[in-house]
C-alpha cells in the first residue's frame, strides 16, 4: 500500500547534470533502488517544484529562463537524510550566489515567493530505516559522488503522481558564457 507522500503533483523544473556525470549518478541511484525495491529516477537537482498551469505556458517560461543563465558547476557540500520519501537520501549542494539567483529567478518567472530552498541531489526515494541510511553512507565513498557537476540543461517533468509515471516534457540548454 503506498503512503500519501509517495506520489508527486504538477510539473517540476530540475537542473540536470552534462550526460558523463549524469550516468555516474544515474548508476548510483539504479544501484540503491535495486537494492531497497525503490523506484529509478533521473539524476537532478530540483529547480521548483509542484507547478501548475498549461504545458505550453511552462515550456515558454523554462525556456525564458534556461536562455537567460549560463551552464554552471554545481559544489556538493554533504550528504543527508530526512524522514521523507522524496529527501530520503541526498548530496546537498552548497547554495552559492549562482544557484540562489537562479532559484530567485525560476520563482519570479512563475510567480512565486521565493521560500526556502534546500538544493540537493537526491539519491534514494523511500521510507528507509535511519540505520540503514546511515550504512549507505558509509559504504558510498567521496570518489562515488564527486565533488558536483556541470550544469548543462533544465528540463521540464511532470511529476504527477507515482514516480514510475513522471515523464521528461522538454528540456534546454543552458546559454553558453
Same mark, same amino acid.
Given at each position: 500500500m503506498k503512503k500519501i507522500d509517495d506520489v508527486g503533483s504538477g510539473y517540476s523544473i530540475w537542473i540536470m547534470p552534462e550526460a558523463g556525470e549524469g550516468e555516474r549518478y544515474a548508476e548510483i541511484i539504479r544501484l540503491l533502488s535495486s537494492t531497497y525495491s525503490t523506484p529509478f529516477f533521473e539524476?537532478?537537482?530540483?529547480?521548483? @517544484? @509542484?507547478?501548475?498551469? +498549461?504545458?505550453? +505556458?511552462l %515550456?515558454?517560461?523554462?525556456?525564458? %529562463?534556461?536562455?537567460?543563465i549560463h551552464s554552471f558547476t554545481t559544489q556538493f557540500d554533504k550528504i543527508g537524510y530526512l524522514e521523507e520519501y522524496f529527501r530520503s537520501l541526498f548530496v546537498l549542494l552548497k547554495r552559492d550566489a549562482e544557484l540562489e539567483y537562479i532559484w530567485k529567478t525560476a520563482s519570479a518567472k512563475f510567480h512565486l515567493r521565493p521560500d526556502r530552498y534546500m538544493p540537493?541531489?537526491?539519491?534514494?526515494?523511500g521510507f528507509i530505516p535511519e540505520e540503514e541510511k546511515q550504512e549507505i553512507i558509509k559504504k558510498i565513498m567521496v570518489n562515488d559522488i564527486g565533488n558536483g557537476f556541470l550544469a548543462k540543461?533544465?528540463?521540464?517533468?511532470?511529476?504527477?503522481g507515482p514516480v514510475e509515471r513522471w515523464q521528461k516534457i522538454c528540456s534546454f540548454d543552458l546559454s553558453r558564457v
Open positions: 539524476p537532478h537537482v530540483t529547480l521548483l @517544484g @509542484g507547478l501548475s498551469g +498549461s504545458e505550453d +505556458s %515550456i515558454k517560461g523554462i525556456s525564458d %529562463i534556461a536562455s537567460s540537493h541531489m537526491s539519491l534514494i526515494y540543461k533544465l528540463a521540464l517533468y511532470s511529476t504527477e
